[in-house]
């Protein structure tokens, strides 16, 4: 590690703290901001995930070496952390640490994304399966099931058959079309519990259509659970983007990605635990700031949380 | 002039099949079974029954909220069960309904503001929610309040405004009160009578209580398993009851005079299944009437005129009780 990484490091966390105690300053003038703020479990939560962002989008600022290079095969493979290897290197040893931030980039990037398609295709699909029932009800729900049935794995082995050599977009969107089963229940059976409800019987007999019955009153009702389900989303994708790396149809080799850092460097987890320790630990990081980001996210929307 | 008519009224709920969908469907429930009335313009009909009555499906399904299984509702001349979704929706501006739980008829993410201003922009009216939250006697400054700042009389306010702020000339009151103190409901209630003066509303006014009922309505139905039983003008009713479940209502009125003595009649047992109604007369298992016979185990007795404008369904309804 060299002054400048140390230095583009500091900076780094000088900026979140700004970025997270200026969101905070100008959000206590909202009622529905000041909410979000309330646990400080979601500032912290906050303040890790845009250090990560930043982290990640100044890759080349903070990773002292090059990702993908092998430094010294015979000499420097799987070296333990040190002053010179922050995060030790790996089996072919590249530099942990540079490979963990670089990884920062499309590991964040298909987690969000695919995450963000998921949701909001699950969301979608239940929404409309619980509001309309009967037979488009039976369609989806159907649908449903097999898609839980199927195992993803096969579904994406088979996509990938078919692209062969997936791009990044492409492995998004497969992924999302593969994790937005389980929301689509979820939200289903909040839509049916709050479409009964008298609020929303008296939207309609107002006059609203469908489309503003679903999306201003029976959605917005249903947001706890589709949040949660969204930040335990991107914990899912993160996951499965590494099992796709360990079966090798993930993203390609040398460019790293936090799963495929555990994947390449599993069968050394004994002797070099450093090289699937430090992007484990990012991956649960990630998890963890977004369930907390998620209560918060939640109580912002609901002005019945009030501060008790 | 006859604003509702409804005539004939029947909604069944499938009964649910057995074994995944595949087996034989289990006896429909007759949540309404067969219901006729007529509300002249500017009047008021209360619809009293016992809980599992079905007068909270009757309303939903004249207002078609829900879908009827048959029958016909006139407004206005308009068959409401025959429109299609876009002339319907031009007639909801004309029909509106009043919930029971004040709690749940507001959407608990929307302030008041949000949700009287929605049907405004729906229907492009130039109302203001200020002059709706006056006319129901709730000050300006509660527009920006969400509904779990209010109080049950405060939303119930809100949930008439909401139903007034389309300029509706018919309102189903579904049990505006019952959810209410006793203190509150006679606001509550002055306030439904003040807006029908003002607005030359016609209500259709649902209770499980004769008594808030004799304050507002001008003609009272009794529905008991999903039938009417007794049709007539309010003093009428309250005069002369004719059928044995009306009389047993009426016993159950609480009297303000603590010297009067009066006979409770107390039915035993409770409202049977509507799923499997008894045979002949729905009331016979529950009937305390001295004549009453094995023809009321057997011949289902139509709702027919006792005396001109009172119409009961009692084969005895003549007889002293």
């Known amino acids: 590690m060299t002054l400048g990484t140390w230095l583009a490091l500091f900076v780094a966390l000088v900026v979140t703290a700004e970025i997270v105690r200026v969101l905070r300053h100008r959000a206590m003038r909202h009622e529905r901001w000041r909410r979000f703020f309330r646990h400080r479990t979601t500032t912290w939560g906050l303040g890790i995930l845009t250090f990560l962002v930043i982290v990640a989008l100044a890759a080349p600022l903070v990773a002292p070496y090059d990702p993908d290079k092998q430094l010294d095969i015979v000499h420097l493979k799987n070296h333990p952390p040190s002053w010179t290897f922050l995060l030790g290197t790996d089996v072919l040893s590249r530099d942990v640490w540079s490979r963990t931030v670089y990884g920062a980039r499309v590991s964040l990037g298909i987690g969000a994304l695919g995450a963000l398609v998921a949701v909001a295709l699950g969301t979608l699909v239940g929404a409309v399966a619980g509001y309309y029932q009967r037979w488009i009800d039976a369609v989806l729900m159907r649908g449903v099931d097999v898609g839980l049935a199927l195992p993803r794995i096969f579904i994406l082995l088979m996509a990938v058959a078919l692209w062969d050599g997936l791009p990044f977009a492409a492995l998004i969107i497969v992924i999302g079309l593969t994790s937005w089963f389980g929301t689509s229940r979820l939200v289903r059976a909040e839509v049916l519990s709050l479409r009964q409800r008298d609020f929303v019987v008296a939207a309609r007999a107002l006059g609203a259509g469908s489309g503003r019955v679903i999306f201003r009153h029976v959605l917005p009702n249903a947001a706890a659970p589709i949040i949660v389900s969204a930040a335990l989303g991107v914990g899912n994708v993160l996951l499965l983007e590494a099992s796709l790396s360990f079966l090798g149809i993930g993203v390609k080799p040398p460019e790293p990605t936090w799963g495929n850092m555990i994947a390449d460097n599993a069968p050394s987890i004994y002797t070099a635990p450093w090289s699937t320790l430090f992007p484990g630990l990012a991956i649960s990081l990630v998890v963890l700031s977004l369930n907390a980001v998620a209560d918060g996210v939640r109580d912002a929307l609901d002005p019945r949380a009030e501060a008790a | ?321």
């Not at chain 2, 407004?75 to 919930?99: C, E, K, P, W």
């Not at chain 2, 709706?132 to 309040?145: I, M, P, S």
């Not at chain 2, 009417?228 to 009713?237: D, K, N, S």
Request: glycine share 8%.
């Open chain 2, 1 to 321: 002039m006859t604003l509702v008519d409804v005539r004939d009224l029947v909604k069944h709920y499938a009964g649910e099949r057995r074994w995944f969908g595949l087996g034989r469907p289990q006896a429909p429930v007759r949540a309404v079974d067969g219901v006729s009335f007529t509300i002249a313009s500017g009047r008021t009909l209360g619809l009293v029954g016992e809980s599992g009555s079905g007068k909270t499906t009757v309303g939903r399904t004249m207002l078609r909220l829900q879908e009827p299984t048959s029958g016909k509702m006139l407004f206005d001349g308009n068959d409401v069960f025959a429109l299609d979704v876009t002339r319907l929706r031009a007639l909801r501006r004309r029909m509106q309904i009043v919930f029971q739980d004040p709690y749940s008829s507001l959407n608990p993410r929307m302030t008041v503001d949000d949700t009287l201003r929605e049907p405004l922009e729906i229907h492009g009216l130039n109302g203001t929610v200020t002059a709706l939250l006056d006319e129901v006697g709730l000050d300006a400054a509660f527009a920006k309040r969400y509904p779990h700042e209010l109080s049950g009389g405060q939303r119930q306010r809100v949930g008439i405004a909401r139903a007034l702020s389309v300029e509706p000339q018919f309102i189903v009151c579904d049990e505006p009160v019952s959810a209410l103190d006793v203190s509150v409901q006679a606001q509550v209630l002055n306030l439904l009578a003040d807006l029908q003066a003002k607005r030359r509303l016609t209500y259709l006014f649902i209770a499980h209580d004769l008594a808030v009922v004799r304050h507002i309505a001008d003609d009272v139905a009794v529905m008991y398993l999903g039938k009417l039983v007794e049709r007539a003008p309010a003093g009428e009713i309250y005069a002369q009851p004719r059928h044995p479940y009306t009389r047993a209502l009426l016993s159950a009125v609480p009297e303000p005079n603590p010297h009067t003595t009066k006979r409770r009649i107390v039915l035993p047992g409770d409202i049977p299944s509507p799923a499997h109604p008894p045979p002949g007369c729905p009331f016979h298992p529950r009937c305390p009437h001295p004549k009453k016979s094995q023809r009321c185990r057997t011949e289902p007795p139509p709702l027919r005129p006792i005396t001109p404008g009172h119409d009961a369904a009692c084969h005895f309804a003549e007889e002293p009780m």
